[in-house]
């Protein structure tokens, strides 16, 4: 097969542009530029096998192995290549009918596009197949292993190695497997860890096979070297092997390399566990014996017995006082464990120093006290004090005691410092001592029923005992089931609220309890307003209770509770009453419509109060506001029906009102009132809202009245029996699904959309009511079909009220507020007419004229439209000022503003009246309120803003006293119930001042640390992050010196004690680890520091992130521009400068190249100054300059034939045989 040559574009731009630094050999003048043989500049491929296969064969420049291309003294790494054979029998698609274009060239190009390597083909004359990849190393690598896997056939094999260095081979996180498999072009297959199989199954190539199997061997053999030991010894031991704080077993660690397990003492275990090179295990099992043998030989024990409740303090926080002991005498302590009833503790050491331990251990067993002291369980509380007064002042004086009270037993636990306890116990027994003498207790039994009696409402009975004896009533809860009740305060005080309890006791038993079943609906009426009408039965039976049950626990029972006489008097006189209340209770409903509501109520009510009288009857009318036209009549039957005449006889004079019945057979009566009375209805509503009455069910009738205006009377009652007529002929119902924001708009303005849809298909089409449960249901009836025809038509217009657009449009500022007024009312009937459209319009300040429209298309278009109709009426709108005394104000707008309401409606005007003055008569008080005058100064606030806020909040004048005169007194003037709220206020603001300066005193505390000046920049970090990480996470003030400031070195950290004590190690842990940081200087080419430090610091950030490092670059200017400066713990150095000097090898690759084109596309007078013609690029030793060659002629057709056309073969070249 013929060679296939490549040139790099390096090389090529190097011969370009002359370069003369190259080496020099031979005899080539030192000012031309080095000229590269044909073999180097054109390497041909591998005839057959792989490279150096043959004996006594030169190794091919395409080699298996990557290698640089280089040109003298300078070696720059191109872009790496990679060739490899595959031979025939292993080819995975052997066609080679079409080379370049089947399955091959498809799986090439593939890997190309996903790995960015340049892969090229080609055939030999074995019809192996010879690949050459190029490209950056991982893509290469990654290409390579791609390319083994979808070419090459790929062969097994199994490699056994212990289980238990299966890990190993993984890697953490399975790191070292993937590089494995990426090295070695293969698929290694590892059992998982419940499988008992150790055999590791590897796929892939011959050679990637080879290649894998060597390198887990390798693996494998490495962990040979390391052993584990497990030496058994006694447990009472391995505090000696251990050492105080674990500071032994550490160093020998250290010094072997080895690790060192040992349980701990709460594990009862005693096999000590060393891992490690077997050398060093070996080493440390020495030693650890060594140890162990001395100590068993030398050391005897003593038990000695300390009380139980004593060991804690011998043990110490988290053992550390054992540790001390063993520390200090070298003598280990063994406790019994916590759970056992065992008192003997055992001494272990040498005999000369058992004696020092044994005394550190009673002094550390005697150096915390438990006292408890004798009180009775009811004292407890009142030597706690109230809100832990008593006990607070002990333990302030003494805070190292800790007092326990235990409920329901009569002992104070007292643990602390034996002198402390001593002084605590004192303290406590006088106080004791003091309240036996002043305290007294009795205890009785009431039973449980009687408890909420006694408690009375929200708890005013046993308040105005406890008020008035000064005691204590203690009352066991419901749950405790127990009658228990407690009297604790001053002896005289004790036994004066016992008698009256026994006195209150006595009286309940005697009472009797009724309970009368009332009809809740009456409960109201009984009561009366304002409870009037139930406080007459009350002043007329005094000695009895009445308990209604609360409104919303529906129940009909009233409780009357008393002397028995009087209950059953007072349940006869409510028994009565009831009786008339039912009496009256009668109820009609009389539709009259709306428009003559007020004609029947006549001016200033005379019409209805004139009726209300005669007929001794309630009428209800429905208020403004609501869409009913019913009046409700209430009282006894003949009444109502003689009231219901007379308001008729109005409505008949007032209009043209017609009557008429219609007989329908009584069996279609449901179905033309429809589900929930919708077909009915939708009449009604149709026809002027007309009144259609049915004869009620059971009655038989056929008879239906129709009320209404004559003209509507007429059409509703053909509609009535043309629906009969349907119902009889033909009736189809359907439903469609439509939510309940788009009926307004499906209906249209005055009904125009569903009357052109009736219109069209002849359907009825009936929407739910606002009280109908379903209100997304609409119905449908008709023939069926119009019926599918009007459902077809309202599915279309609902889709297309699905579809939600968004739009917008321009209000001018000035109207805004109409549409967002009277919270938002314009806008709420906006979204109920036209399906739901939500419209937005900007805040209040922003100056913006847009207003956003969202919803279904039709909706928002329709809702446009309606807005410039708004806008254009609010133009055309004057504003006139008519004076109107104060006086009349009230009377103009009537009862809760229902008059003024009515007149803005009807005449679609707005009404707005000035601010009421105030013409109450103030009576300010002025009251003193004793505040520290050291606070005076919080309580003003900056610039007087504090008081100004309390003085505006709280509508008083506060005056502070001059601070000179110090006083503690501040005044407040005002009305009352101000100045009480103020001085509330004033109190609470006091609080929490004084509890801000007691946390001030706490945040106060400061220490100074010295860290060398040449550390601070790094504390402080880039922008202050680090400095701001550790005040953030440790709540503390950190101030570092100022320039010229003495001491340089003094750090200061303020706050919380224990903040600062954690921020203070967190620094000290900071520099310790700058001063473990080394720097050391690295010389990179200037020209690639830019592409290094990327567009604004970028690539850099992210370097010094990944190697934990500070890099350095040098200012422009430096006198060593090239000297880069890494700055972080040695092993992270040395990785840092590695991966810049890769980086500066890639980076100069690029600038070289640039360079040079630069270079190349100079004027020709540039080069060398001396006007030759360019040389291009020449090469030494061509086939076509060899004895009797000559280099082909471009112009001659015979050398460069045009495709289809034969020429007649001349002698051979050193090109090889022609081929058309």
């Given at each position: 097969m013929s060679s296939v040559a490549v040139l790099t574009p390096e090389s090529f731009a190097e011969h370009r542009s002359g370069l003369k630094d190259q080496e020099i050999t031979g005899c080539v003048p030192e000012d031309e530029a080095y000229i590269p043989t044909y073999l180097e500049a054109f390497p041909p491929l591998p005839e057959k096998g792989t490279p150096g296969e043959k004996a006594g064969e030169p190794p091919s420049a395409w080699g298996s192995k990557i290698r640089p291309f280089t040109w003298g003294k300078k070696h720059f790494q191109l872009l790496c290549a990679q060739v490899f054979h595959v031979p025939l029998e292993e080819r995975r698609y052997k066609d080679n009918s079409q080379f370049g274009e089947g399955e091959e060239a498809k799986v090439c190009l593939d890997i190309m596009q996903r790995t960015g390597a340049h892969i090229e083909l080609s055939l030999a004359k074995d019809q192996g197949l010879s690949i050459m990849v190029t490209g950056k190393v991982d893509s290469v690598m990654k290409a390579r292993k791609e390319i083994v896997a979808r070419l090459q056939t790929q062969a097994s094999a199994t490699v056994t190695i212990p289980k238990e260095h299966h890990r190993f081979v993984i890697g953490k996180n399975g790191e070292k497997l993937q590089e494995l498999e990426l090295k070695t072009a293969t698929k290694i297959a590892i059992p998982r860890p419940d499988d008992l199989s150790a055999n590791i199954?590897?796929?892939?190539?011959?050679?990637?096979?080879?290649?894998?199997?060597?390198?887990?061997?390798?693996?494998?053999?490495?962990?040979?070297?390391?052993?584990?030991?497990?030496?058994?010894?006694?447990?009472?031991?391995?505090?000696?092997?251990?050492?105080?704080?674990?500071?032994?077993?550490?160093?020998?660690?250290?010094?072997?390399?080895?690790?060192?397990?040992?349980?701990?003492?709460?594990?009862?275990?005693?096999?000590?566990?060393?891992?490690?090179?077997?050398?060093?295990?070996?080493?440390?099992?020495?030693?650890?014996?060594?140890?162990?043998?001395?100590?068993?030989r030398k050391t005897t024990t003593i038990s000695v017995e300390v009380k139980k409740s004593q060991h804690k303090y011998i043990i110490g926080p988290k053992g550390n006082t054992l540790q001390e002991i063993l520390e200090a005498t070298g003598v280990s302590v063994e406790m019994p464990p916590l759970d056992s009833s065992s008192e003997t503790i055992i001494l272990r050491g040498e005999p000369d120093k058992l004696g020092p331990a044994l005394t550190q251990v009673y002094a550390k067993a005697k150096s915390v006290m438990v006292v408890e002291v004798t009180a009775p369980a009811w004292l407890h509380r009142f030597i706690i004090g109230k809100k832990g007064q008593n006990i607070g002042r002990i333990t302030q004086q003494l805070p190292r005691v800790h007092i326990e009270f235990t409920d329901g037993e009569e002992r104070i636990s007292l643990e602390g410092p034996t002198e402390e306890v001593e002084q605590a116990q004192a303290q406590i027994q006088e106080i004791i001592k003091d309240l036996l003498v002043r305290m007294d207790y009795t205890e009785i039994n009431i039973d449980q029923r009687f408890h909420r009696h006694l408690i009375g409402k929200n708890g005013a009975n046993i308040n105005r005992i406890k008020e008035q004896y000064k005691v204590s009533v203690r009352i066991a809860q419901d749950s405790e089931?127990?009658?228990?009740?407690?009297?604790?305060?001053?002896?005289?005080?004790?036994?004066?609220a016992r008698r009256e309890l026994m006195e209150m006791v006595q009286r309940m038993e005697n009472e009797r309890t009724k309970d009368l079943i009332v009809e809740q609906k009456f409960h109201r009426t009984i009561i009366g307003q304002k409870g009037e009408k139930i406080k007459e039965v009350r002043d007329k039976f005094p000695e009895v209770i009445i308990n209604f049950p609360d409104p919303s626990q529906k129940s009909d029972i009233v409780q009357l509770r008393g002397p028995k006489n009087e209950v059953e008097k007072c349940a006869k006189f409510l028994q009565k009453i009831i009786a008339d209340l039912i009496e009256n209770s009668f109820s009609l409903s009389v539709p009259i419509f709306k428009q003559f509501h007020k004609n029947i109520i006549g001016k200033g009510g005379a019409n209805i109060k004139k009726i209300r009288e005669e007929t001794n009857t309630k009428i209800d009318l429905p208020t403004e506001n609501s869409n009913s036209e019913m009046i409700v009549i209430t009282g006894k039957k003949n009444n109502c029906e003689a009231a219901r005449d007379r308001i008729l006889a109005i409505q008949r004079e007032l209009a043209n009102i017609k009557e008429a019945e219609v007989t329908i057979p009584a069996k279609l009566h449901n179905s033309l009132i429809g589900s929930k009375g919708c077909l009915v209805r939708s009449i009604m509503e149709d026809c002027g809202g007309v009144h259609i009455h049915f004869p009620s069910e059971g009655s038989g009738s056929d008879k239906v009245t129709i009320r209404g205006p004559a003209g509507e009377v007429e059409k509703a009652k053909r509609q009535l029996l043309q629906l009969a007529e349907e119902k009889q002929v033909n009736n189809f119902t359907a439903e469609l699904q439509a939510k309940p924001e788009y009926h307004k708009f499906l209906i249209g303005r005055g009904g125009a959309n569903i009357r052109r849809v009736r219109d069209k298909?002849?359907?009825?089409?009936?929407?739910?009511?606002?009280?109908?449960?379903?209100?997304?249901?609409?119905?449908?009836?008709?023939?069926?079909?119009?019926?599918?025809?009007?459902?077809?038509?309202?599915?279309?217009?609902?889709?297309?009220?699905?579809?939600?657009?968004?739009?917008?449009?321009?209000?001018?500022?000035?109207?805004?507020?109409?549409?967002?007024?009277?919270?938002?009312?314009?806008?709420?009937?906006?979204?109920?007419?036209?399906?739901?459209?939500?419209?937005?319009?900007?805040?209040?300040?922003?100056?913006?004229?847009?207003?956003?429209?969202?919803?279904?298309?039709?909706?928002?278009?329709?809702?446009?439209?309606?807005?410039?109709?708004?806008?254009?009426?609010?133009?055309?709108?004057?504003?006139?000022?008519?004076?109107?005394?104060?006086?009349?104000?009230?009377?103009?707008?009537?009862p809760k503003g229902c008059r003024i309401q009515h007149i803005t409606r009807e005449h679609e005007v707005l009404i707005k009246f000035p601010e009421r003055e105030d013409s109450t008569a103030l009576v300010p008080i002025t009251e003193d309120v004793e505040v520290s005058y050291e606070l005076h100064r919080y309580i003003i606030g900056q610039k007087g803003s504090g008081i100004r806020k309390m003085m505006e909040e709280y509508e008083v004048n506060i005056w502070v006293p001059q601070p000179e005169k110090q006083l503690d007194v501040i005044k407040v003037t005002g009305l009352a119930a101000n100045v009480e709220r103020a001085k509330q206020g004033l109190l609470e603001r006091v609080k929490e001042l004084q509890a801000e300066q007691e946390d001030r005193a706490l945040r106060s505390f400061k220490v100074t640390m010295s860290v060398d000046p040449k550390f601070h920049p790094k504390i402080i970090g880039r922008k202050g992050a680090v400095i701001s990480q550790i005040r953030k996470d440790h709540d503390v003030s950190i101030q570092f010196p100022d320039k010229g400031d003495e001491q340089q070195d003094l750090i200061v950290i303020s706050g919380y004690e224990r903040n600062v004590e954690e921020a203070r190690q967190a620094i000290q842990q900071l520099v310790a680890e700058l001063q473990e940081m080394v720097s050391q200087d690295v010389h990179l080419d200037p020209r690639t520091h830019a592409r290094i430090i990327g567009a604004r610091g970028k690539a850099i950030r992210k370097l010094m992130e990944e190697f934990k490092v500070d890099i350095r670059f040098p200012q422009p200017g430096s006198d060593e521009p090239d000297k880069v400066t890494v700055t972080g713990l040695p092993e992270t150095v040395d990785s840092a400068i590695d991966h810049l000097l890769n980086l500066e090898e890639e980076y100069l690759l690029s600038v070289t190249e640039t360079e040079t084109l630069a270079a190349y596309m100079k004027p020709p007078s540039r080069y060398g100054g001396g006007g030759g013609a360019a040389k291009g690029f020449v090469v030494r030793d061509a086939p076509w300059n060899a004895s009797g060659n000559k280099a082909p002629d471009m112009s001659s057709a015979e050398d460069f034939p045009t495709f289809g056309t034969g020429v007649a073969p001349k002698q051979a070249s050193a090109w090889g045989p022609k081929k058309f």
């Amino acid at each position: 097969m013929s060679s296939v040559a490549v040139l790099t574009p390096e090389s090529f731009a190097e011969h370009r542009s002359g370069l003369k630094d190259q080496e020099i050999t031979g005899c080539v003048p030192e000012d031309e530029a080095y000229i590269p043989t044909y073999l180097e500049a054109f390497p041909p491929l591998p005839e057959k096998g792989t490279p150096g296969e043959k004996a006594g064969e030169p190794p091919s420049a395409w080699g298996s192995k990557i290698r640089p291309f280089t040109w003298g003294k300078k070696h720059f790494q191109l872009l790496c290549a990679q060739v490899f054979h595959v031979p025939l029998e292993e080819r995975r698609y052997k066609d080679n009918s079409q080379f370049g274009e089947g399955e091959e060239a498809k799986v090439c190009l593939d890997i190309m596009q996903r790995t960015g390597a340049h892969i090229e083909l080609s055939l030999a004359k074995d019809q192996g197949l010879s690949i050459m990849v190029t490209g950056k190393v991982d893509s290469v690598m990654k290409a390579r292993k791609e390319i083994v896997a979808r070419l090459q056939t790929q062969a097994s094999a199994t490699v056994t190695i212990p289980k238990e260095h299966h890990r190993f081979v993984i890697g953490k996180n399975g790191e070292k497997l993937q590089e494995l498999e990426l090295k070695t072009a293969t698929k290694i297959a590892i059992p998982r860890p419940d499988d008992l199989s150790a055999n590791i199954r590897i796929t892939g190539t011959k050679e990637g096979i080879e290649k894998a199997r060597h390198e887990i061997l390798l693996i494998s053999a490495e962990q040979d070297k390391r052993a584990v030991e497990r030496l058994s010894l006694e447990k009472a031991f391995h505090p000696f092997i251990a050492g105080a704080h674990n500071r032994l077993v550490q160093e020998l660690s250290q010094d072997t390399g080895a690790r060192i397990s040992i349980p701990p003492s709460s594990l009862p275990k005693d096999e000590i566990v060393i891992t490690g090179e077997k050398e060093a295990v070996a080493l440390a099992v020495s030693r650890i014996r060594a140890i162990y043998e001395d100590k068993k030989r030398k050391t005897t024990t003593i038990s000695v017995e300390v009380k139980k409740s004593q060991h804690k303090y011998i043990i110490g926080p988290k053992g550390n006082t054992l540790q001390e002991i063993l520390e200090a005498t070298g003598v280990s302590v063994e406790m019994p464990p916590l759970d056992s009833s065992s008192e003997t503790i055992i001494l272990r050491g040498e005999p000369d120093k058992l004696g020092p331990a044994l005394t550190q251990v009673y002094a550390k067993a005697k150096s915390v006290m438990v006292v408890e002291v004798t009180a009775p369980a009811w004292l407890h509380r009142f030597i706690i004090g109230k809100k832990g007064q008593n006990i607070g002042r002990i333990t302030q004086q003494l805070p190292r005691v800790h007092i326990e009270f235990t409920d329901g037993e009569e002992r104070i636990s007292l643990e602390g410092p034996t002198e402390e306890v001593e002084q605590a116990q004192a303290q406590i027994q006088e106080i004791i001592k003091d309240l036996l003498v002043r305290m007294d207790y009795t205890e009785i039994n009431i039973d449980q029923r009687f408890h909420r009696h006694l408690i009375g409402k929200n708890g005013a009975n046993i308040n105005r005992i406890k008020e008035q004896y000064k005691v204590s009533v203690r009352i066991a809860q419901d749950s405790e089931r127990s009658g228990l009740v407690r009297i604790e305060g001053d002896p005289k005080g004790v036994q004066l609220a016992r008698r009256e309890l026994m006195e209150m006791v006595q009286r309940m038993e005697n009472e009797r309890t009724k309970d009368l079943i009332v009809e809740q609906k009456f409960h109201r009426t009984i009561i009366g307003q304002k409870g009037e009408k139930i406080k007459e039965v009350r002043d007329k039976f005094p000695e009895v209770i009445i308990n209604f049950p609360d409104p919303s626990q529906k129940s009909d029972i009233v409780q009357l509770r008393g002397p028995k006489n009087e209950v059953e008097k007072c349940a006869k006189f409510l028994q009565k009453i009831i009786a008339d209340l039912i009496e009256n209770s009668f109820s009609l409903s009389v539709p009259i419509f709306k428009q003559f509501h007020k004609n029947i109520i006549g001016k200033g009510g005379a019409n209805i109060k004139k009726i209300r009288e005669e007929t001794n009857t309630k009428i209800d009318l429905p208020t403004e506001n609501s869409n009913s036209e019913m009046i409700v009549i209430t009282g006894k039957k003949n009444n109502c029906e003689a009231a219901r005449d007379r308001i008729l006889a109005i409505q008949r004079e007032l209009a043209n009102i017609k009557e008429a019945e219609v007989t329908i057979p009584a069996k279609l009566h449901n179905s033309l009132i429809g589900s929930k009375g919708c077909l009915v209805r939708s009449i009604m509503e149709d026809c002027g809202g007309v009144h259609i009455h049915f004869p009620s069910e059971g009655s038989g009738s056929d008879k239906v009245t129709i009320r209404g205006p004559a003209g509507e009377v007429e059409k509703a009652k053909r509609q009535l029996l043309q629906l009969a007529e349907e119902k009889q002929v033909n009736n189809f119902t359907a439903e469609l699904q439509a939510k309940p924001e788009y009926h307004k708009f499906l209906i249209g303005r005055g009904g125009a959309n569903i009357r052109r849809v009736r219109d069209k298909t002849g359907a009825r089409i009936i929407f739910p009511s606002p009280d109908d449960t379903e209100q997304e249901l609409i119905t449908i009836v008709g023939k069926e079909e119009a019926v599918r025809q009007a459902q077809k038509e309202l599915e279309s217009l609902v889709k297309n009220l699905d579809d939600v657009v968004e739009d917008s449009m321009v209000v001018d500022v000035r109207h805004h507020r109409h549409f967002v007024c009277r919270r938002g009312q314009v806008l709420r009937e906006l979204a109920e007419e036209y399906g739901g459209v939500a419209v937005s319009f900007p805040r209040t300040g922003a100056n913006s004229q847009r207003v956003i429209l969202k919803g279904a298309k039709d909706c928002v278009e329709a809702a446009k439209k309606r807005i410039q109709e708004i806008i254009e009426d609010l133009e055309s709108q004057v504003t006139v000022e008519v004076a109107i005394p104060q006086r009349y104000h009230r009377a103009i707008m009537g009862p809760k503003g229902c008059r003024i309401q009515h007149i803005t409606r009807e005449h679609e005007v707005l009404i707005k009246f000035p601010e009421r003055e105030d013409s109450t008569a103030l009576v300010p008080i002025t009251e003193d309120v004793e505040v520290s005058y050291e606070l005076h100064r919080y309580i003003i606030g900056q610039k007087g803003s504090g008081i100004r806020k309390m003085m505006e909040e709280y509508e008083v004048n506060i005056w502070v006293p001059q601070p000179e005169k110090q006083l503690d007194v501040i005044k407040v003037t005002g009305l009352a119930a101000n100045v009480e709220r103020a001085k509330q206020g004033l109190l609470e603001r006091v609080k929490e001042l004084q509890a801000e300066q007691e946390d001030r005193a706490l945040r106060s505390f400061k220490v100074t640390m010295s860290v060398d000046p040449k550390f601070h920049p790094k504390i402080i970090g880039r922008k202050g992050a680090v400095i701001s990480q550790i005040r953030k996470d440790h709540d503390v003030s950190i101030q570092f010196p100022d320039k010229g400031d003495e001491q340089q070195d003094l750090i200061v950290i303020s706050g919380y004690e224990r903040n600062v004590e954690e921020a203070r190690q967190a620094i000290q842990q900071l520099v310790a680890e700058l001063q473990e940081m080394v720097s050391q200087d690295v010389h990179l080419d200037p020209r690639t520091h830019a592409r290094i430090i990327g567009a604004r610091g970028k690539a850099i950030r992210k370097l010094m992130e990944e190697f934990k490092v500070d890099i350095r670059f040098p200012q422009p200017g430096s006198d060593e521009p090239d000297k880069v400066t890494v700055t972080g713990l040695p092993e992270t150095v040395d990785s840092a400068i590695d991966h810049l000097l890769n980086l500066e090898e890639e980076y100069l690759l690029s600038v070289t190249e640039t360079e040079t084109l630069a270079a190349y596309m100079k004027p020709p007078s540039r080069y060398g100054g001396g006007g030759g013609a360019a040389k291009g690029f020449v090469v030494r030793d061509a086939p076509w300059n060899a004895s009797g060659n000559k280099a082909p002629d471009m112009s001659s057709a015979e050398d460069f034939p045009t495709f289809g056309t034969g020429v007649a073969p001349k002698q051979a070249s050193a090109w090889g045989p022609k081929k058309f």
